[in-house]
């Protein structure tokens, strides 16, 4: 059973609400009330609500009268907690207790790299037929092992912190030892993943982070025979440009039902 008992209160700041989970975490969100599928945006590893395929998500949404939930991990953007305690297993179970307060009805889950790998284990966490269909941006199951060298693994398993350049920002980009510990847990690409969906994959094959051959690995791994993988010959790992924005849209809108 996935329901997590957060405790119920819900804080609104303008418009970023905050819900508190049981252990005091607080985990800022953005809701937008309308018909369903309701729209559920995961940002990528060490990202927010605030970037641009979320907004025009969230827009695009309010415009069409449907349900859309926005939100930052702890330790991410206007969330509290320290982004070193984060894991998959700690966002995924974020995420599962916005769902139970916000969405009664069925969802669409988009995952935009980090995000792509969290929207499979909250799928594979809630009750068949919640989920209407999947859309990965970029996505990464399987990046604390495919993308992490063995001597760094060995760091890492050490209990060691990893610093990389960021080429997104000054600060280098961390990750932690029991980050990359609970990843190694949550693996999905070496067996079938039991999802039955429909599900959409966007992937660049300029992505310098991201090999787009994951997107083939992650079709080929799932259950479902609704699986369509397009690639974009000169996208690169954000596919945040307005020609991007527009195939997430319309991809999101097939799914979700939204009208042309």
Known sequence: MYRLDPIATTVCMGDI?????ADGRRIAHRFTPGEGPTLVFLPGYKSDMAGSKATALLDAARRQGRAALLLDYSGCGAS?????????????????ALIDVHCP???VLVGSSMGGWLMLLVALALPVGKVAGLVGVA???????WGT???????????????????????PTPTHPG???DGQAQRLLGGEIAIDCPVRLLHGQADGDVPWAISLRLAEALRSDAVQVTLLKDGDHRLSREADIALLLATVGELAGWPR
């Open 105 to 107: 009805g069925q969802l």
């Open 80 to 96: 509290s907690g320290e982004f070193a305690d984060g894991t998959l297993s700690r966002w995924r179970d974020e995420v599962l």
């Open 139 to 145: 996505p990464a199951p399987d990046f604390t092992d």
């Open 17 to 21: 609400a905050f819900l508190t989970m």
């Open 149 to 171: 060298p063995a001597a760094d693994q060995a760091r890492l398993a050490a209990g060691e912190t990893l610093l990389a350049q960021n080429p997104y920002g000054s600060e």
């Open 179 to 181: 980050f990359w510990a």
